[in-house]
Structures are given as C-alpha cells and as structure tokens.
T-cell receptor, first 114, second 112 residues
Framework: AQSVAQPEDQVNVAEGNPLTVKCTYS??????LFWYVQYPNRGLQFLLK??????LVKGSYGFEAEFNKSQTSFHLKKPSALVSDSALYFC????????????FGPGTRLSVLP | NAGVTQTPKFQVLKTGQSMTLQCAQD?????MSWYRQDPGMGLRLIHY???????DQGEVPNGYNVSRSTTEDFPLRLLSAAPSQTSVYFC???????????FGPGTRLTVT
C-alpha cells in the first residue's frame, strides 16, 4: 500500500530563514508525489508535484521540493520564509487502489515567526 | 468559475440523524472525491467517482453513501450520524489525465 509520513508535527522558523518540511514515502512502483497547503479555515491548495524528470521541482509561492529516490524522501523547501507561509502542509502520494486518488500524510504545521 | 463549492459550511447533528453534504463543481471534471480531515490523521478518502453513474469506496466508507447522477454534483449522505463522524469534510475534483485535485472550502460537522 502507498503511504507517506511527515515526521514533524510542527516546524518553527524565523522569517527570512530557509525552511524545510519533511516527507518520506513508501510506494510500490513509481511514486507520484504532491505537496498541498491549507490556510486556516480554507480548503487545500496545490503547491507542486513530482511525476518524473528533474529531482528538484519548483512550485507555487516560491516553494520547491527535492525528490530523493534512495532516501524515499520528498522534502518541501523555501529559501526565505515569510510570515504568510504559516499554514498546515500536507504531503500526498497517488494510490492506484482508489482510482489514483491521494493518500495524505498527517500534516505539518509551519509557523514562521517575525 | 466558482470551482468546487460545498454546502453547508457548518452543521450540528444529533446522533442518529441523517443529512446530505452537498458538493458541486463547474469545471466539467470527471473525477470527484470526498475526504474527511481529522487532527493528526491528514485527509482520508471516503468515496470517489470517476464519472457520472460510477462511484467506488475509499479508505473509510462505512456510514456514508454517495451517488453521481450528473458530472457537476457529488453529494455525501450520512444515514445515521455517529459522534465518530465529527470531522471536517472536503470535496475535491480533477480532470481525467491530470494530477492536480481542486478542493472545496470544507464542511465542519459536529455530531453530539
């Protein structure tokens, strides 16, 4: 079965510093990996995806993610954090068991401190 | 486009009551899905549909029914609400052959 893990419930970072939100995955076959962000009282918004190709994927709002096959990781990164980046971040993998819908990780709450 | 819309935004039910959560999308997407979000558990798939007239179960389908009579609408029915169904419910849609799902704003349901 496909699964993703997000080992940190909470990440705190100072504004202007680089941020990393971690995700590891377990899949059979090639992974289709995604990052979504959820702002308070809102639905999820797509940030970026890895399907194939370059291991460094660029997405919305200055975020990027690095796919590492040997470490089965797909960490989300941003060179310089903004207070407005504070939100709940979800890593997800597509699961062929459910019509290619997503299996989500538990989420990581990012707080960017001014 | 309005995207994915959900009604109501909030709902309180008593144990044993039934209700329908509405979801509609105006993007002509074939795929639609229902997820529930619980603290520390991420989102879990309840039911999904790959097109009008076709539905299937996800990871946590018990206690929920769905139907898909049109491309636009995908209602979720709770037949007999239980406190364990207290959650935030999200509807999502996507176009066949694409990967990105579009999510609605959610319905916060409390069952007492």
């Amino acid at each position: 079965a496909q699964s993703v893990a997000q080992p940190e419930d909470q990440v705190n970072v100072a504004e202007g510093n680089p941020l990393t939100v971690k995700c590891t995955y377990s899949v059979s076959g090639n992974p289709y990996l995604f990052w979504y962000v959820q702002y308070p009282n809102r639905g999820l918004q797509f940030l970026l995806k890895y399907i194939t190709g370059d291991n460094l994927v660029k997405g919305s709002y200055g975020f990027e993610a690095e796919f590492n096959k040997s470490q089965t990781s797909f960490h989300l990164k941003k060179p310089s954090a903004l207070v407005s980046d504070s939100a709940l971040y979800f890593c997800a993998v597509r699961d062929p068991r459910y019509g290619q819908n997503f299996v989500f990780g538990p989420g990581t709450r990012l707080s960017v401190l001014p | 486009n309005a995207g994915v819309t959900q009604t109501p935004k909030f709902q309180v039910l008593k144990t044993g009551q039934s209700m329908t959560l509405q979801c509609a999308q105006d993007m002509n997407h074939e795929y639609m899905s229902w997820y529930r979000q619980d603290p520390g558990m991420g989102l879990r798939l309840i039911h999904y549909s790959v097109g009008a007239g076709i539905t299937d179960q996800g990871e946590v389908p018990n206690g929920y029914n769905v139907s898909r009579s049109t491309t636009e609408d995908f209602p979720l029915r709770l037949l007999s609400a239980a406190p364990s169904q207290t959650s935030v419910y999200f509807c999502a849609s996507r176009r066949t052959g694409t990967h990105e799902q579009y999510f609605g704003p959610g319905t916060r349901l409390t069952v007492t």
